[in-house]
């Protein structure tokens, strides 16, 4: 792999792990700050990607953004629902939300599985010629993403130490205690996933504008990659303050799309990615534990080169 090809997997890796790290941000904040395991977020991913699609090709390419995460908001809200009203299982309420999500999304599309944006202004379009007499004329899609993420970490990072903020970090650690303190559990659940979701929507959002195109399809597995970056943000950045473990989500949302990237330039058969997408969500998951596991493993392998060498004498 030649240099100018090293750049062009870095460029792709980049620009694709923005958009994903504002899906890892929806997840770093349902799961690790509220304990909610969401599975809604393949078709909120989805719906958001429909909405803003749609919204793009009717001409408001800016409309599109808040348009989508309102949509993400709905769909947050719906599952919290679920969840605190109706007393189901929040894994279940992932899963049914997720499925009735499908048709949702088949009709916001008119009925169709794609919409093409092809020679439709889209948010990327209008960055593009606002840069074009700029030196980063090509970069306009990196910018507009790390533009929406620099926002939205911040944001994060304001809103979580907020009375509020506290107070849905406080359910997701101790609901009981929530309780006990005149804090509304149901309440803050309800906030904490349609924030998360509002996230997921505007990314889906920008992924589908960016490539120009939404189709049914466009979440599969998004939530398979979101935790499997989640978790390799936390081993990056371990276990600081708000913005710094924000920043890690995104730095892990990078290196999976990178390793991802790397696959697809080695000329990997289609049919390998999914394994490559396992393997690297495996790795993942089993990184903390090694790492904790580390110093015994060592001491082991010490032991045995000592025992080895005495042997020898």
Not at 1 to 19: C, Y
Not at 130 to 142: G, I, S
Not at 177 to 193: A, D, K, Q, Y
Request: glycine letters at 8%; charged letters at 10%.
């Amino acid at each position: 792999m030649n240099l100018s090809a090293l750049f062009a997997v870095g460029q792709t890796a980049l620009e694709l792990g923005l958009i994903c790290s504002l899906t890892v941000l929806a997840l770093f904040l349902s799961y690790s700050m509220l304990n909610v395991c969401d599975l809604s977020t393949d078709g909120c991913f989805t719906l958001g990607a429909a909405v803003g699609a749609v919204v793009a090709a009717a001409g408001h390419p800016l409309l599109s953004i808040p348009a989508a995460m309102l949509a993400g908001v709905c769909s947050g809200f719906i599952t919290a629902i679920m969840q605190t009203k109706l007393g189901i299982n929040s894994l279940l309420s992932g899963i049914i939300v997720n499925t009735g999500l499908y048709s949702v999304n088949i009709m916001v599309m008119s009925g169709k599985s794609q919409i093409n944006l092809n020679k439709k202004a889209t948010v990327f379009t209008m960055m593009r010629g606002f840069l074009a007499e700029t030196p980063l004329k090509n970069q306009y899609v990196t910018v507009v993403a790390a533009l929406a993420v620099v926002l939205t970490v911040l944001f994060l990072t304001l809103f979580l130490n907020t009375r509020l903020g506290l107070a849905i970090r406080a359910t997701g650690d101790n609901p009981d205690m929530v309780r006990s303190s005149s804090i509304n559990p149901v309440f803050t659940t309800i906030v904490g996933l349609c924030v998360a979701n509002a996230f997921t929507g505007l990314s889906g959002c920008l992924m589908a504008q960016s490539q120009q195109s939404a189709e049914i399809n466009i979440g599969g597995s998004m939530v398979t990659i979101a935790l499997a970056s989640l978790l390799i943000g936390s081993t990056l950045m371990g276990k600081g303050n708000i913005f710094t473990r924000a920043v890690g989500m995104v730095l892990g949302a990078f290196v999976f799309r990178l390793v991802y990237a790397i696959a697809l330039r080695l000329n990997m058969p289609a049919f390998m990615l999914k394994l490559v997408s396992s393997v690297i969500v495996a790795l993942a998951l089993a990184l903390p534990y090694l790492k904790d596991q580390w110093p015994v493993i060592s001491r082991r392998l010490s032991y045995k080169k000592a025992a080895a060498g005495r042997e020898v004498k």
